[in-house]
């Protein structure tokens, strides 16, 4: 399997539900980033990790808590959640440090909560 | 910081017709990247072109070419000759070097009708 692979596809939870979003890209970046995507608003970086490193933290609540074992691996955990967390949840991957490496966008996580 | 705006929410075009998309930025460096990224009803976010600022030839690729205005900040994308297939949600993208290479500031998109 090539490209950027988000898990699940959609999810529902309640506010007081743990859950896991999944991110794997099987293209040799470096960097793998999350963004959210919320209806009428720009997409909003949320972290970046650079080998297995977070650069990044984008003032994001601590009810969301990235992990980056390592390369080719992403997750997001998520913990009681507010419904305003509701958005498409998008994983990207590229080549840190180089300025003309594109993102690569996954399908993204249609989260919603309840 | 850097800031990406695109002024046109909705764009429509008939096929085989020609649309431009516009997006203008604001930035103190004197290089950078910019990019247009496609994000059908699929979702899956794509690349359609890149441009180099340090370039002054405008990037093409296929039925999409820009307008890349340095001075003006301006950096116009042209889809020629519509496709249904092309009927999406365009974001205009900037990319610095360096240090601001890891993070990418994006435009609020533009979502394009085609009509048949």
């Known amino acids: 399997e090539t490209g950027v692979t988000q898990t699940p596809r959609h999810l529902v939870m309640g506010m007081t539900n743990k859950k896991s979003l999944k991110c794997e890209q099987h293209l040799g970046h470096n960097a793998m980033y999350w963004y959210k995507q919320s209806a009428k608003k720009p997409l909003e970086l949320m972290f970046v990790y650079s080998l297995e490193e977070r650069v990044e933290n984008n003032s994001v609540p601590s009810r969301f808590s990235p992990e980056c074992p390592n390369s080719s691996h992403l997750f997001l955990h998520l913990h009681t959640l507010q419904p305003e967390d509701s958005a498409l949840y998008l994983c990207?991957?590229?080549?840190?440090?180089?300025?003309?490496?594109?993102?690569?966008f996954g399908n993204g996580t249609r989260l919603t909560v309840t | 910081a850097q800031t990406v705006t695109q002024s046109q929410p909705e764009m429509s075009v008939q096929e085989a017709e020609t649309v431009t998309l516009s997006c203008t930025y604001d930035t103190s460096e004197s290089d950078y990247y910019l990019f247009w990224y496609k994000q059908p009803p699929s979702r899956q976010m794509i690349l359609v072109i890149r441009q180099e600022a340090y370039k002054q030839q405008n990037a093409t690729e296929n039925r999409f070419s820009v307008n890349f205005q340095k001075a003006a900040k301006s950096f116009s994308l042209k889809i020629s000759d519509s496709q249904l297939g092309d009927a999406a949600m365009y974001f205009c993208?900037?990319?610095?070097?360096?240090?601001?290479?890891?993070?990418?500031?994006f435009g609020d998109g533009t979502t394009l009708t085609v009509k048949p």
């Open positions: 990207a991957s590229s080549h840190y440090g180089t300025g003309n490496s594109p993102l690569h």
């Open positions: 993208a900037y990319r610095g070097v360096g240090t601001n290479a890891g993070k990418s500031t």
